[in-house]
């Protein structure tokens, strides 16, 4: 086996080691990541192990939010032993990866601060390289496996409403004929409105969400699910695909997009959905102007990948 295989195998039995009684590194400021294997499976949890040393004198600062970027992680343990002079703290964590090809976590650094005042102390921590691999089989494609744990399912307001707009203008145009004198027409039969496309209804509900009250778009976690929610949607009825099933980077791998437009669509799709992952996952929420690059590029996604328009009757072709 390689060495560079052996290494993050060995930090993880070190720290199950030293759960079983074995003594604390002699090191004042330490921090060590390692995963439990070098490839991973994209959208599939992993374990990572984060272990901790350092003086009693010292207080540490906490981890920085997205410390583990791009890895989306959520925390499952944290164990902390101690001896006369250091502690020790091991954090486990389900990983997880939405980007296939080879991932790189950059150094972390450690900071803390002597209790009794003085400068702040610093220690570098170590990189994590990872091989990620894609989940979809194009022979047999199975179920993505998620997070366990129960999610908010918000009412379909957008639905409900797109519904309901289009009930009324029926009745509305339905009233205006009645109202109207029959005028016959020589040359042209009038033909049917066919009924809004998705492209039309995700739009409108992209709009809602843009010009909607502060008071509406206040929580980013809502937020973030209802734009992933009418992406999704519009994804699974324009191209027929399992779309809540998928991860981004599986739907863009999906898509039939053709070079150099195909780039260009997979970068606004990843734009609109990464931040609902992160959101979803690892709990991290955009501000105002990341919910406004949300919608601009779900905007840029859904009319990139609108068809072309029919010709008109008595049009050339």
Not at 72 to 94: F, G, H, I, M, N
Not at 129 to 134: E, I
Request: with cysteine; aromatic share 6%; net charge positive.
């Amino acid at each position: 086996m390689k060495r560079a295989t052996l290494l993050p195998l060995l930090l993880i039995g070190l720290a199950a080691a030293c759960d079983r009684g074995l003594p604390i590194p002699e090191r004042d400021l330490m921090l060590r990541v390692a995963a439990d294997t070098e490839a991973v499976t994209l959208g599939r949890a992993f374990r990572l192990t984060v272990v901790r040393v350092f003086a009693k004198d010292l207080v540490p600062d906490e981890l920085p939010d997205g410390a583990f970027a791009p890895l989306v992680v959520r925390l499952r343990e944290t164990v902390r032993r101690e001896d006369d002079r250091r502690v020790e703290e091991t954090r486990r964590y389900d990983a997880y990866a939405f980007a296939a090809g080879d991932l790189v976590v950059r150094e972390i650094p450690f900071t803390a601060r002597p209790g009794n005042g003085g400068p702040q102390r610093e220690a570098p921590g170590n990189a994590l390289r990872l091989k990620v691999l894609a989940s979809l089989d194009p022979a047999a494609p199975g179920e993505l496996e998620l997070p366990a744990g129960p999610m908010r399912r918000p009412f379909p307001w957008l639905p409900a409403a797109l519904a309901a707009g289009v009930a009324l203008s029926g009745i509305a145009v339905a009233v205006l004929l009645r109202r109207r004198p029959a005028r016959p027409s020589p040359v042209a039969v009038a033909l049917a409105s066919p009924p809004p496309g998705p492209e039309v209804r995700a739009l409108a509900a992209l709009a809602r969400l843009r010009h909607a009250p502060s008071r509406d778009t206040s929580d980013p976690e809502m937020f973030c699910e209802e734009v992933a929610a009418v992406l999704r949607g519009y994804l699974a009825e324009r191209f027929s695909l399992p779309a809540a099933r998928r991860t981004t980077e599986e739907l863009g791998a999906l898509l039939p997009f053709t070079e150099p437009e195909g780039a260009r669509l997979r970068g606004a799709l990843r734009a609109a959905l990464r931040p609902a992952d992160f959101a979803k996952f690892a709990l991290l929420y955009p501000d105002g102007t990341g919910r406004a690059a949300m919608l601009d590029a779900a905007e840029e996604f859904v009319r990139g990948t609108t068809p072309a328009p029919p010709a008109a009757v008595g049009e050339p072709a």
